[in-house]
C-alpha cells in the first residue's frame, strides 16, 4: 500500500520525489529525538523539522491530491506535510474520520486539527463525534480540533462554542496525559474567545477545581492559571469589540 502511494503522481508534484526530498531534508538527530519527544515511531520517520516542513508547503501550495497520496504513506514526515498542504474546502467529513483513526502521535492529531481540520465545513460536527471515542488519539483529536477553532473561526459567535462546554465537562475526568491536557487546551481557547465565553470556561473551570476527581481538579486548575490572567480578559474584551465593529 506505502508503495503504491509512494510511486503515484498527482500531476504537479510526484509523490516519491517529495517523498526523496524529505530524506534528504531528514536529520538522524532530529529522528533519534522524536521518540522521547513525540511518541513518534522512528522507523516511518526521516527527522525533519517543523520548519522545514512549512518551507517546502510553501514551495508546493494547496495540492488535495498529493496531500492524501503522501498521507497515505504512513511516513511521519509525509503525514504532517500532508495536514500542511491540504485543501480545506475539498476535505470530506470521511476524509477527517480516516485521518483521525490513523492518529498515533499528538503532533500529527494537532497539525491536522491546527492546520487543516479546523478550516473544513464539519469541524464542529467532527468536535462532537470524536469527543465521544475511545482512542486517546481519537479523543484528543476533539479537542484540539475545539482549540483550533477557538483561535482561528473568525466568524461564528459565542453559541457554537457554548454547545461544546458539555463535552469538555463530560471528557474532564479522562486521566489520558494527552486526553486531559487537550480539554484544558481547548476551555483555555474558548475562554479567551469573548467576555461571555470567558466567563462561562471560567465557571467550568471553577467547579472542576473544586472537583473530588484529580484529573477535574488538574484540568481546572490549569485553565483558571491562564485565563484569570488580565491579558486573557484584555483579548476577550478586543475581540468582542471587533465583532462588534464587523456588524
Not at 65 to 81: F, H, K, N, P, Q
Request: hydrophobic share 45%; with cysteine; aromatic share 6%.
Amino acid at each position: 500500500m506505502a508503495k503504491r502511494a509512494a510511486s503515484r503522481s498527482t500531476g504537479t508534484h510526484d509523490v516519491k520525489a517529495v517523498l526523496a526530498e524529505l530524506e534528504r531534508l531528514g536529520s538522524a538527530q532530529v529522528r533519534a529525538e522524536m521518540g522521547p519527544c513525540f511518541g513518534i515511531v522512528v522507523d516511518r520517520a526521516h527527522g525533519t523539522t517543523m520548519a522545514q516542513l512549512r518551507e517546502l508547503a510553501k514551495t508546493i501550495g494547496r495540492d488535495q491530491e498529493l496531500s492524501i497520496a503522501l498521507w497515505g504513506t504512513g511516513v511521519y514526515d509525509a503525514r504532517m506535510l500532508a495536514c500542511l498542504i491540504g485543501e480545506p474546502a475539498q476535505v470530506s467529513a470521511a476524509q477527517m474520520d480516516a485521518w483521525c483513526k490513523d492518529f498515533d502521535n499528538w503532533a500529527t492529531c494537532d497539525t491536522a486539527c491546527f492546520a487543516l481540520f479546523d478550516r473544513t465545513p464539519h469541524a464542529f460536527a467532527k468536535v462532537k463525534q470524536w469527543a465521544g471515542h475511545k482512542p486517546e488519539f481519537e479523543r484528543r483529536a476533539a479537542f484540539a480540533l475545539l482549540a483550533s477553532l477557538a483561535l482561528h473561526d473568525k466568524q461564528s459567535g459565542d453559541a457554537p462554542f457554548l454547545a461544546t462546554l458539555p463535552l469538555v465537562r463530560a471528557a474532564a475526568n479522562d486521566p489520558r496525559n494527552f486526553v486531559k491536557k487537550g480539554v484544558s487546551w481547548a476551555l483555555r481557547g474558548i475562554g479567551g474567545r469573548s467576555v461571555a465565553l470567558r466567563e462561562a470556561a471560567m465557571e467550568l473551570a471553577e467547579e472542576l477545581a473544586a472537583s473530588k476527581d484529580a484529573t477535574e481538579r488538574w484540568v481546572g486548575k490549569d485553565v483558571l492559571r491562564d485565563i484569570q490572567r488580565p491579558l486573557i480578559a484584555r483579548r476577550a474584551e478586543q475581540r468582542d469589540a471587533t465583532r462588534t465593529k464587523r456588524k
